[in-house]
C-alpha cells in the first residue's frame, strides 16, 4: 500500500547551524521526521531526542546463545557422541572448550548485531531506500519535517526553518 506523504526539507550549510536549528524547531512543537547528514554531526543524537540503543542487548542476547550452543556441541560431541577416554582425563574437560565457547560467543554476537541492525534498519538488498535530497550525501545537511504529523500549518513550518537557519526549503512528496 503505497502512501503519499508530503515532507517540507530544509537545507542548512553547517552542522553547528542544524544543531541549533534541531533545538528551535523542536523548541517550537514541530515533530522532525529525520535529518540527514554527509558525515557524523557530534550530539545529533541528543538534539533529536533519540533514546540509546538497545544493541547491546541483542548482543548479549546472541552471545549466550553462542556460548549455549558452544557448550552444548562440545558437551554432545565429547560425553555422548564419542566419549573417549585419553590418559584418564573426564569426558567433560572444562579448560579445553573456553577457546570455542568464546569464539562462537563473539561470532554469533557480531552477526547478530549485523542481523539485527539490518532487519530494525529495513535494510533490505531490494527495498528502495528514501532519499529526500542527493546533495544530502555531498555537502548539505537536510531536515525533513512529515506535514501529516505536525499540527502547525505549512507557512509557519516554512517561516520557522527559514529563520532557524536553513539557507533553502522545499516540499516532497514521497511514496512510503
Not at 570455542?100 to 552477526?111: C, G, P, Q, R
Not at 532487519?119 to 529526500?132: E, H, I, R, Y
Not at 505536525?150 to 516554512?158: A, M, R, T, V, Y
Request: net charge neutral; hydrophobic share 45%; glycine share 8%.
Amino acid at each position: 500500500m503505497n502512501k503519499d506523504n508530503k515532507f517540507l526539507i530544509g537545507f542548512f550549510d553547517d552542522d553547528e547551524v542544524l544543531l541549533k536549528a534541531i533545538s528551535f524547531v523542536r523548541e517550537k512543537g514541530i515533530k522532525i521526521h529525520e535529518v540527514y547528514s554527509p558525515f557524523p554531526v557530534h550530539g545529533i543524537e541528543n538534539a533529536l531526542g533519540y533514546k540509546r540503543s538497545r544493541i547491546s542487548i541483542a548482543a548479549f542476547c546472541f552471545g549466550f546463545l553462542g556460548t549455549c550452543l558452544a557448550l552444548t556441541m562440545m558437551i554432545g560431541m565429547m560425553t555422548i557422541d564419542w566419549p573417549m577416554i585419553i590418559g584418564g582425563k573426564d569426558f567433560l574437560p572444562f579448560p579445553t572448550f573456553i577457546p570455542v565457547i568464546f569464539e562462537m560467543t563473539v561470532l554469533l554476537s557480531a552477526f547478530g548485531m549485523v542481523g539485527t541492525f539490518l532487519v530494525v534498519s529495513d535494510l533490505k538488498p531490494w527495498g528502495n531506500p528514501v532519499q529526500f535530497d542527493l546533495r544530502s550525501t555531498d555537502d548539505k545537511h537536510v531536515m525533513a519535517i512529515e506535514l501529516n504529523k505536525n499540527s502547525l500549518s505549512k507557512d509557519k513550518i516554512l517561516g520557522i526553518l527559514k529563520s532557524s537557519g536553513a539557507s533553502e526549503t522545499n516540499e516532497k512528496n514521497i511514496n512510503k
